[in-house]
């Protein structure tokens, strides 16, 4: 099974070990008029309490999420390449992956079977956790991740053509985290795009600045300059769902081998679906046809 890389306002351990591959858009300034920016903290809240109200939208939509992964050699040449197309979809207010494809082949029935049987449980444990709450033990929400970090440079810019509060973060290392994913947030640093009006994230940028040791380096080290970005935008009905994300990491995995990887993830066929819980136990979203076009 290949990572998965949910994009959300969510960062899952696997997606905190990615990042950045493609620089942002050249950016714009705003006008001498623009009004104060306000509190960073208070900002992010706004987008944490925007982002459930639209959260009832989002449970009426699927997309397709497409991810490669590269291995490279030493100068950068790939040596292997693995990919899955997932169907993603949520389950009160939580994203949920079905792989349906792997390296451009439908699942064999046994595979099916057992995704089917993993998806199945994942959407019972998103019914029965609070939207606020990961249902994924390995992810920290932005939120968090804030508290973690101090925050810097806070500006206006226009990112594709619409206006955004930008600011820079870097990890404390005094603050006091638990688990894999707070620990390794000490060591990120990274930009935030938020869209002004909707008060969604629509672009993130992280990168390490620093080696982090998994159980003391024993397990692994991702090392300093592994990162990654996604974003996310406005589709249909004007719901924000992800549009791709990009990101490269090296590690030492258990002292003896060294991983390079670049990660890409590209996000399409935005549509509106239906899942009967209970008619439909695999929890396999289905699509609702298009309506039809005013003459």
């Not at 008029?33 to 009832?56: A, C, G, N, T, Y």
């Not at 500006?155 to 688990?179: C, E, L, M, S, V």
């Not at 990168?207 to 040791?213: H, M």
């Amino acid at each position: 099974m290949l990572r998965r890389f949910p994009l959300s306002l969510s960062l899952p351990v696997p997606a905190i070990l990615l990042c950045l591959g493609a620089p942002a858009l050249p950016a714009q300034q705003p006008s001498p008029q623009s009004p104060p920016i306000p509190d960073i903290r208070q900002l992010m809240r706004e987008v944490q309490e925007h982002q459930k109200q639209v959260e009832k939208e989002r449970e009426n939509d699927t997309y397709t999420a497409v991810i490669t992964i590269q291995d490279l050699d030493p100068a950068g040449r790939v040596t292997k390449t693995e990919s899955e197309e997932d169907q993603n979809f949520f389950v009160n207010g939580h994203l949920v992956a079905r792989m349906v494809q792997k390296d451009g082949q439908p699942l064999s029935p046994h595979d099916d079977q057992k995704e089917t049987e993993r998806v199945t449980k994942l959407v019972q444990r998103a019914q029965n956790t609070p939207p606020e709450q990961p249902i994924e033990s390995q992810t920290v929400s932005i939120s968090r991740l804030l508290e973690i970090m101090d925050i810097r440079n806070p500006r206006r810019q226009f990112y594709r053509n619409r206006p955004a509060i930008i600011f820079d973060f870097i990890g404390r290392k005094d603050a006091k985290t638990h688990g894999l994913v707070e620990d390794a947030s000490k060591k990120l640093q990274g930009t935030i795009w938020i869209d002004e009006a909707d008060r969604q994230v629509a672009h993130l940028e992280v990168s390490f600045n620093d080696n982090f040791r998994v159980a003391g380096g024993v397990f692994a080290t991702v090392q300093k300059g592994s990162n990654f970005h996604f974003d996310q935008a406005p589709v249909g009905g004007g719901v924000w769902l992800p549009t791709g994300g990009e990101g490269a990491m090296q590690a030492r995995v258990l002292v003896f081998k060294n991983l390079r990887q670049h990660f890409i993830e590209h996000d399409s066929d935005f549509k509106h679906f239906s899942v009967d819980t209970q008619q439909s136990p695999d929890a396999k979203p289905t699509a609702k046809p298009a309506p039809a076009a005013k003459p």
